[in-house]
């Protein structure tokens, strides 16, 4: 688990299923993230168990007790690590996914002794792209039609990364 001003970011569970389906059923949360929009509380159930289990954490906003995002980093070979995420809408530009994204940074570098951190977002995602150069990440380069969509359309996106050592530096 770990703990920011804000927040409390800890492994997801089950019961978190209902509080990630307020905001996964958002239409615009998932088009800028790629997955379809949530259509039941069973179907994110069911997302939990198979794909979020693994390598997501809920972000908890510590003033409500509540489940407001999620946040992966998912281990894509040996010490290099990939990060994605999303966040209900109403939490929107108050700076919470650059504060959960440098903490889970934080414990990828000095908890997993991960060598690099990647992200990557679409194109036109200028918020997710914020919060990647807030928290240190540098652009890589666009890879065109890397990422499938939900629509099973390929879509081009902005990769960046930061590296332990730029990041101990920093
Ligand atoms: C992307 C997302 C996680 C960002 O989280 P957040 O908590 O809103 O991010 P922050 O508040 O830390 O930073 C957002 C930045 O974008 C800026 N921003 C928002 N709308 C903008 C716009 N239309 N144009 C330019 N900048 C914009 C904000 O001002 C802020 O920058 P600042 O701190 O320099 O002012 C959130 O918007 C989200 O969940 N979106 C839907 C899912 C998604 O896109 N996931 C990422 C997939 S790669």
Redesign the pocket.
Known sequence: MLETNRLIIRKITLDDAYDVYEYAKNK???K???FKPHESVDETISIIETILKRSTYSIVLKEINKVI?TITLQQKLDDIYEL??????E?????????AVKALVKYAFTELNAYEVD????ID????E??LI?SGFKFMGIHEKDFLNYDNKYKDSKRYRLLKSDYMEG
Not at 119 to 122: I, L, R
Not at 125 to 128: A, F, L
């Open positions: 615009k949360v998932g800028d993230a790629g995002g994605g995420y999303s966040l209900g809408e939490y929107w530009n108050k700076g919470i996914m650059t504060e992200a990557g977002c679409f995602n200028i918020r997710s914020k919060v807030k």
